[in-house]
Nanobody, 123 residues
Framework: QVLLVESGGGLVQDGASLRLSCVAS????????MGWFRQAPGKEREFVAA????????YYADSLKGRFTISRDNAKNTMYLQMNSLKPEDTAVYYC????????????????WGQGTQVTVSS
């Protein structure tokens, strides 16, 4: 089983930037497609971005294109989410996830999840 640990969240002001990190437990991380999701209180989990395990293919939620950038460093077993121009509506717990199957935007198709890191954007 892949263990995932997110970090980098915090309280920031409207317009600020944050970079989230997700560290995997072992180098088999390289064989997984990875994604970021977020969930605000009272709302369903929402897809943010995904990245393939090889080739660096990426996919973003349409509403987040141009502000968020997903990347991974397989040598460090780490995935990142660079978030720029943050807005109050971005406030949520952000989760990293790993999928054994194909690159996907559907949370139910991910096999492993981190505990999440809180991002709060004040107005």
């Amino acid at each position: 089983q892949v263990l995932l640990v997110e970090s980098g969240g915090g309280l920031v002001q409207d317009g600020a930037s944050l970079r989230l990190s997700c560290v995997a437990s072992e180098r088999t991380f390289r064989t997984y497609n990875m994604g970021w999701f977020r969930q605000a209180p009272g709302k369903e989990r929402e897809f943010v971005a995904a990245i393939s395990w090889i080739g660096g293919r990426v996919y973003y939620a349409d509403s987040l294109k141009g502000r968020f950038t997903i990347s991974r460093d397989n040598a460090k077993n780490t995935m990142y989410l660079q978030m720029n121009s943050l807005k109050p509506e971005d406030t949520a717990v952000y989760y990293c996830a790993a999928a054994r199957g194909i690159m996907t935007t559907t949370s139910e198709e991910y096999d492993y999840w981190g505990q999440g890191t809180q991002v709060t954007v004040s107005s």
